[in-house]
């Protein structure tokens, strides 16, 4: 094959220009790309070299060749540098829009490059998910899954859209669970949501005003999401110890953040001030504490003593399988500040895509009113199949079956651990759920951890992702992969440190 030969620059971009010099730069390129000047295949000049040949900073290089990738026109390739891979015409025409603006000025906000690589590499059946929050495919109960498709086909007969409160049938089957979970609520208290993250952002755009202040458990899932800071909200962590979330620090953490402890209503013309807590008392995601009965009775006589309104996440509520499982903060509450948030993902099937809130009735009614502006309701066909595995005794029994199996995967990930990294880390023993927090004993530069791992087909989650500042420490499942290939997957990582 013959050889392409360096491209040639003999231009700079004119800064008495009303066109911008990153766009004059674009376009430059793009005229030599469409001439055939600089063909297919070709190799651009290190960055460096561009930003001396165009007399710009790197920075300006940068951008243009950033913008040159979301047309299509080059690709950056790991060991390869920048190479053109596209002279489409339609990407060279003089109108078309600047679609860089588009993708940076959206209403949500990114996800850091951690969180988009891991999100990527979830469907890439070569790399071991070693803390990844989903259930192992190979637990789902298939024969279950049969007996209520084939009683869909044989009642189903139609499929219009749902009310926006969710199915009556649903709703009540809901409201039944709750009473195992210690909350007493009638179907009209609960709300069906396509999946709990939905739930989080129909309260996030609705309940909350722009400028509120979403305290968290420091760690915390909610660090790894942009719910609330695309609604224009800030978060603040808040400590925890090895009964979860610590009380008697809420009021030192509403202080710092200059936050008042009634979060504003979303129609409050006013700039916000107000907050409200995040909090996944069972189970938590990332570090497995399940907070005791005692501490979570303290929990909200400070929050009904602050005025601090409470989001409760129960996502892994049904999934202790050590001692009794305890109530949830909403059991507690004799005032409304809880609204509870729980899910079918975690214990069942996130491809349902189910979720529920329990709340106020008032809360519900405008909650469902921004459902129906989203997406006019969650799945009939998925809310009827969760509702027949609850009113049916299904559910309860699959519960009773998985609980076993996760305490099992639990077990031998503890062993592993103690095989692996004793002496090199520490961490905790959770009582359910899907998770073990392991912090490293010395420093470990985290970036480069990941990266090596995936490089040998592991794919971590980093406790930094979930911090509100940088930790040495891993988010571990047991959920997704068996004992024996969790024990490779650590075996892996304790070879790279």
């Not at 040639?8 to 030599?32: E, L, N, Y």
């Not at 979570?296 to 003593?305: E, G, I, K, S, T």
């Not at 980093?462 to 930790?471: C, K, R, S, T, V």
Request: proline letters at 6%; a negative charge.
């Amino acid at each position: 094959m013959a050889r392409i030969a360096p491209l040639h620059i003999d231009w700079k971009p004119d800064r008495s220009a009303d066109r911008p010099v990153t766009g004059q730069i674009v376009d430059f390129m793009c005229g030599r790309i469409a001439s055939g000047a600089w063909p297919i295949g070709a190799r651009l000049p290190s960055q460096r070299a561009l930003s001396e040949a165009f007399g710009v900073n790197r920075s300006t290089v940068i951008a243009a060749i950033e913008e040159l990738a979301d047309y299509g026109v080059v690709e950056g390739r790991h060991g390869a540098g920048t190479r053109i891979v596209s002279n489409t015409w339609s990407l060279m025409l003089s109108g078309a829009p600047d679609w860089a603006d588009y993708v940076s000025s959206g209403f949500f906000k990114a996800n850091n490059d951690t969180i988009q690589a891991i999100n990527r590499f979830e469907f890439d059946p070569t790399k071991t998910r070693l803390g990844t929050g989903e259930l192992d495919p190979r637990l789902f109960p298939r024969d279950m899954w049969r007996r209520v498709a084939h009683e869909a086909a044989e009642e189903i007969d139609a499929l219009g859209y749902p009310p926006p409160e969710g199915l009556d049938v649903l709703r009540e089957a809901i409201a039944g669970r709750m009473h195992e979970w210690g909350i007493d609520c009638r179907p009209e208290q609960v709300l069906i949501s396509s999946g709990a993250l939905q739930g989080l952002q129909m309260i996030s755009v609705s309940l909350l005003s722009s400028g509120s202040t979403v305290l968290a458990e420091a760690p915390s899932y909610i660090k790894s999401l942009q719910v609330f800071q695309s609604a224009g909200m800030r978060l603040a962590g808040v400590p925890m110890d090895e009964q979860g979330l610590d009380v008697s620090s809420l009021p030192e953490v509403l202080r710092s953040v200059g936050a008042s402890g009634l979060a504003a209503p979303a129609r409050s013309s006013a700039s916000g001030g107000g907050a409200v807590l995040y909090t996944i008392p069972t189970n938590h995601n990332p570090t497995g504490v399940t907070m005791p009965l005692e501490r979570r009775r303290a929990l909200v006589d400070a929050c009904v003593a602050d005025r601090l309104p409470v989001i409760e996440d129960c996502a892994y509520q049904d999934l202790v399988f050590d001692g009794n499982v305890p109530p949830s903060l909403k059991a507690c509450d004799e005032t409304g500040m809880v609204i509870t948030v729980g899910s079918a993902s975690k214990a069942l099937a996130p491809g349902l895509r189910i979720g529920w809130i329990v709340a106020d009735e008032r809360i519900v009614h405008r909650l469902a009113d921004v459902k129906m502006q989203m997406d006019y309701g969650a799945g009939t066909l998925n809310q009827w199949v969760f509702a027949r595995f609850l009113t049916s005794g299904m559910y309860a029994e699959y519960l009773e079956t998985l609980r076993v199996a996760l305490r099992r995967r639990r077990d031998a990930a503890l062993e592993t651990l103690d095989r692996l990294f004793a002496g090199r880390a520490h961490w905790n023993v959770p009582v359910g759920g899907f998770y073990i927090w392991l912090s490293f004993d010395e420093p470990v530069r985290m970036a480069r951890l990941f990266q090596r791992a995936l490089d040998h087909g592991v794919l971590l989650n980093p406790g930094d992702i979930y911090d509100f500042a940088g930790n040495n420490a891993l988010r571990l499942s047991y959920a997704y992969t068996t004992p024996e290939e969790f024990s490779h997957a650590a075996g892996v990582v304790a070879s790279l440190l």
